[in-house]
C-alpha cells in the first residue's frame, strides 16, 4: 500500500504548533449534533450498490461512532497508525480506509492534515468548497478549518449530503468519533478530497 508523502521540510514549528490540542478537540456546537429523527433517516438509506468502495468506508466509519480516546489522545487508530497519544481525526480517517482496503486511494497513512490534503492538491483531487465542480461526494474526505482563520486543521469523511446539508463521521471530535452536519455554505468547510477509488 502506499505510504503517505513526504513530510516538508520547512514546517516542522507549524507541526509542533498543530501537535498540541487544537479546535478538533473541542466541544462540538449543537446544530452539528444529529437529532434521533435525522440519524433514523440517514441509517434508513440503502445505498445502490452495497459493495461500492464509498459504501465500504462509510459503513466503517459509522461503526466507529461513539468510540472515546483513552485520554490523551489515546485510540487504536493511533496504536495502528504507530503515533499513539497524537491529534487523531487524520490517523481515524487513514485507518477507516485501510479497513476499506482503500488506503492507497488517499494517499497511504497520514497524521498531519496538510500534507494529505497536499497529496489531494498534487493529484488534481481537492475541491475548495463552493468551487465549479466541487462539492462533497459519499465516502469523500472533508477538510475544515475549524478555529477559521488559517486553513486546514481537521478532517472527516463525508457519509450523505443533500441541497442543504453534508453528513459527516469525525474522529477526535470532544476526544470521541462523532456523526456530524454542516451547513453547505458553512464557512468551516475548506473543501474535498475525492478518493481515487481502486476495486
Not at 494529505?116 to 463552493?130: A, I, P, T, V
Request: hydrophobic share 30%; aromatic share 12%; proline share 5%.
Amino acid at each position: 500500500m502506499t505510504e503517505s508523502v513526504t513530510p516538508r521540510e520547512d514546517d516542522s514549528a507549524t507541526r509542533q504548533q498543530t501537535e498540541q490540542p487544537t479546535f478538533a478537540t473541542k466541544p462540538v456546537a449543537p446544530d452539528q449534533e444529529l437529532s434521533p429523527a435525522e440519524l433514523a433517516v440517514l441509517d434508513a438509506v440503502t445505498p445502490m450498490d452495497s459493495n461500492a468502495p464509498s459504501v465500504k468506508v462509510i459503513r466503517i466509519a459509522k461503526r466507529e461512532v461513539g468510540y472515546r480516546e483513552s485520554g490523551g489522545n489515546r485510540t487504536k487508530y493511533g496504536r495502528w497508525y504507530g503515533a499513539d497519544g497524537q491529534e487523531w481525526c487524520d490517523t481515524f480517517v487513514s485507518w477507516v480506509f485501510h479497513e476499506a482496503g482503500q488506503l492507497a486511494a488517499v494517499g497511504g497513512k497520514h497524521k498531519y492534515v496538510p500534507d494529505h490534503l497536499k497529496w489531494f492538491e498534487n493529484h488534481h483531487r481537492f475541491h475548495r468548497r463552493g468551487a465549479a465542480g466541487g462539492g462533497p461526494r459519499e465516502g469523500c474526505v472533508i477538510f475544515f478549518d475549524l478555529n477559521g482563520h488559517d486553513g486546514e486543521d481537521h478532517i472527516g469523511i463525508v457519509t450523505s449530503y443533500d441541497d442543504t446539508h453534508v453528513y459527516t463521521v469525525e474522529g477526535n471530535r470532544s476526544n470521541r468519533v462523532k456523526q456530524l452536519k454542516y451547513s453547505r455554505s458553512s464557512h468551516l468547510i475548506w473543501g474535498y478530497g475525492y478518493p481515487a477509488w481502486g476495486h
